[in-house]
């Protein structure tokens, strides 16, 4: 009951937030330059006044921006995030079409990048002052420092155009119409370069923060006395070091959703991954408020549920946590 109690009230402070963050992005995606009408008057050749005066008429950009914001936050409350002043459809539709894509990506990146980080900094910690740790932690680190951007170029180069192995963008390969087990396959295949290059970020930093905190724990008492009782290393790294050094870890991940997520934006435009995040990156070019406030709304969500799924997680890792509102 205690902990039910504890994520009805997560989910509560959570709501609120994701509230205020709707109502900031209302104001903060209008303070860029220009607005949807003069992007789709430009984009028609049509810069009459009067035509441009009717389609702000039509999608209540006349209105003054409170007004504007009212009626924004009555739709949402119905579950309506708008129309598309682009595409002429439910924002929701829409967002969905693309969101699948982007979970994919960003889950199977983040699991990559949690397991391999910590079997990476696991062995480093294990292997402290050998050529393993140097190694690894000269990878994290140059990982860590490159951009996302370039590190994606470089893959396309490398296993793309020359050797040949990985497709270099999209989801699919249109030319061929696979279904089934092929159809899986083929999105895989296509997987493989967006989800290394996202993950290689995250990794480095879940490599070295484990690492790290394995040297901390290592250093315990409870650990010297497990040593001191004979106990084999392996056992002692397993359950005393490594249960203990995760926790950070599990609160770093947990942090870092609301980055991955955001990482995407790069990715799927180097890639052409067909995700929330091209989308994003499309809707702003063409001034799309709707799109994007939806999209902006949407990403806080999972942002909110990650980080309770997160407190809850830790509450099972570590039971001297208590379970509190």
Known sequence: MDRLNFIAGRLVKGALIVLAIAIMNFFIVRLAPGDPVSVLAGQSGAMDQDYMDELRQRFGLDQPLIVQLWIYLQNLFQGDLGTSYRQGRAVLSVILERLPATLLLTISAAIISVILGVVAGSLAARRRGT???????????????????????????????????????????????????????????????????????????????????????????????????????????????????????????????????????????????????????????????????????ITSIMVVIANIITDVVYTFVDPRIEVKQ
């Open 131 to 297: 050529w393993w740790d140097t190694l690894i932690s000269s990878l994290a680190l140059l990982f860590y420092a490159t951009p996302l951007f370039w590190i994606g170029l470089m893959a396309i180069l490398l296993f793309s155009l020359v050797l040949g192995w990985f497709p270099a963008f999209g989801m699919v390969s249109p030319e061929k119409e696979y279904t089934g087990i092929m159809h899986i396959l083929d999105v895989l295949h296509h997987l493989v370069l967006p989800m290394t290059v996202l993950g290689l970020f995250y990794m480095a930093v879940y490599a070295r923060l484990t690492r790290a905190s394995m040297l901390e724990v290592s250093e315990m008492d409870f650990v010297r006395t497990a040593r001191a009782k004979g106990l084999p290393e392996g056992y002692i790294t397993r359950r005393h070091i490594l249960r203990n050094a995760l926790l950070p870890v599990i609160t770093f991940a947990g942090i870092q959703a609301g980055h991955l997520i955001g990482g995407t934006v790069l990715v799927e435009t180097v890639f052409g991954w067909p995700g929330v995040g091209r989308l994003a990156f499309d809707s702003l070019l063409q001034r799309d408020y709707s799109v994007l406030l939806g999209i902006f709304l």
